[in-house]
């Protein structure tokens, strides 16, 4: 059974940071694309950042704006997604997922998903 547990998530101040791990079991983590999607109330989920199996490669929001930063611990099958200068518009459910093809930015492509952990960022 394939299972991704996110954790790290939190309420912080604005221009505060947050640092997120997702850990994965049940599956062969090196071969694994990892993404990490966000999904405020009211609104649509959207595509945070991504990495590729190899970690040669990432992917970002628009408007990550260079803030964030993704990566992976292949040893540990854990992902993580650092997330600096946080503003309240980034207050959403984090939730990370995992591919082994397809667009990195399509949610259709990512075969499994975690349940997903809070960040609420306040003013």
């Known amino acids: 059974q394939v299972r991704l547990v996110e954790s790290g998530g939190g309420s912080v101040q604005a221009g505060d940071s947050l640092t997120l791990s997702c850990t994965a079991s049940g599956l062969t983590f090196m071969y694994y694309g990892m993404g990490w999607f966000r999904q405020a109330p009211g609104r649509e989920r959207e595509f945070v950042a991504s990495i590729t199996w190899s970690g040669a490669d990432t992917y970002y929001g628009d408007f990550v704006e260079g803030r964030f930063t993704i990566s992976r611990d292949d040893a540990k099958n854990t992902v993580f997604l650092e997330m600096n200068s946080l503003k309240p518009s980034d207050t959403a459910v984090y939730l990370c997922?995992?591919?082994?093809?397809?667009?990195?930015?399509?949610?259709?492509?990512?075969?499994?998903w975690g349940q997903g952990t809070q960040v609420a960022v306040s003013s």
């Open positions: 997922a995992a591919r082994v093809a397809g667009k990195v930015r399509a949610q259709d492509d990512y075969s499994y």
